[in-house]
């Protein structure tokens, strides 16, 4: 699919989420709604984390999953963390496990992860998902990354063959998406690039598809892009002119064939794909769906 001469189509990840969204409620519904239940760990009292928590809430249940939250204060323990975490972990009852990052600096991330069963990993962070996912074997892969490709698939965006190029190589988002793309049945042949590589306007204008995940503002010019290109825009910096992405749409939407607005481009498609996962994993713990 592709844009008008003049501008890019605008890959807007709403319709992509209420197109899952509405897969996985009908597909909920039709197994006779069995107990699927979600859970989240948050820690503390950051605003932003606490409405994103609540958001993921209200769309657990809009599609007809259970959820479960544990709040706990900033006060508390490595141990306590650990120990609600590991309760979750435990629970026949509880398909999937999400803790709200970041959590406070006191607290070890990594350690608090490794509690959670790769089966309830519906978030994709811990060492086993990422290595099933490198693996190739069943898991649950981040929500960013797999938000990116359910955007390209919904919008039909080829991609096997295709010459992919993501900028920006953190675990959360350009690694595992490196992976994913270069997958059997994906079929991309990906080149990873950072703020090392050499050349970046050059190589990035050999690419078919062009994923930015580095939160740098504007980084991504009209230079950058070759003429018919696809341009997903996943970085967010926050300016005196509100949110802005790595992408300068302005002067790449009249070269590339299609792009990602930012925001409400690839954002919407995490709780999708945070309700995908869940859903996959219910599935993996003997759910019948």
């Known amino acids: 699919m592709a844009g008008n001469a003049n501008t890019a189509l605008s890959l807007a990840g709403a319709p992509a989420r209420d197109a899952m969204l509405a897969n996985l409620k009908s597909r909920i519904a039709s197994a006779g709604s069995p107990s699927i239940a979600l859970a989240t760990v948050l820690v503390g009292d950051d605003a932003p984390s606490h409405k994103y928590v609540a958001s993921k809430h209200a769309v657990a249940q809009s599609i007809g999953m259970k959820s479960i939250r544990v709040d706990l204060p900033a006060t508390v323990t490595q141990n306590d963390v650990e120990a609600a975490v590991s309760q979750l972990a435990a ?38 998902s990422m290595g099933r ?47 994913l793309f270069a997958r059997k049945g994906i079929d991309a042949t990906v080149t ?7 050349n970046l ?22 230079a950058h892009i070759k003429p018919g290109a ?38 919407p498609m995490t709780v999708a794909c945070l309700m995908e996962n869940t859903v996959n994993a219910a599935v993996m713990q003997g759910v019948a769906l």
């Open 192 to 198: 990873l690039a950072h703020s090392r590589t050499s």
């Open 230 to 267: 696809v341009v997903i825009d996943v970085g967010i910096s926050r300016t005196n002119d509100g949110i802005v992405g790595d992408v300068d749409a302005e002067s790449v939407a009249p070269i590339a064939s299609a792009l990602t607005p930012m925001p409400g481009g690839t954002g």
């Open 133 to 179: 996912l490198m693996r190739g074997t069943d898991g649950h892969i981040g929500c960013t990354p797999l938000g990116v490709l359910r955007l390209l698939q919904h919008y039909n965006i080829a991609t096997a063959g295709k010459h992919v190029v993501v900028v920006g190589r953190s675990l959360l988002v350009g690694r595992p998406l490196s992976v």
């Open 201 to 222: 306007e050059e190589l990035c204008r050999t690419a078919d598809i062009v994923v930015s995940a580095t939160g740098v503002a504007h980084s991504i010019s009209a």
């Open 91 to 128: 629970d026949p009852n509880v398909h999937g496990i999400l803790v709200q990052i970041p959590l406070p600096s006191h607290i070890d991330e990594d350690a608090v992860l490794s509690y959670i069963p790769a089966e309830k990993d519906v978030d994709g962070l811990t060492e086993a």
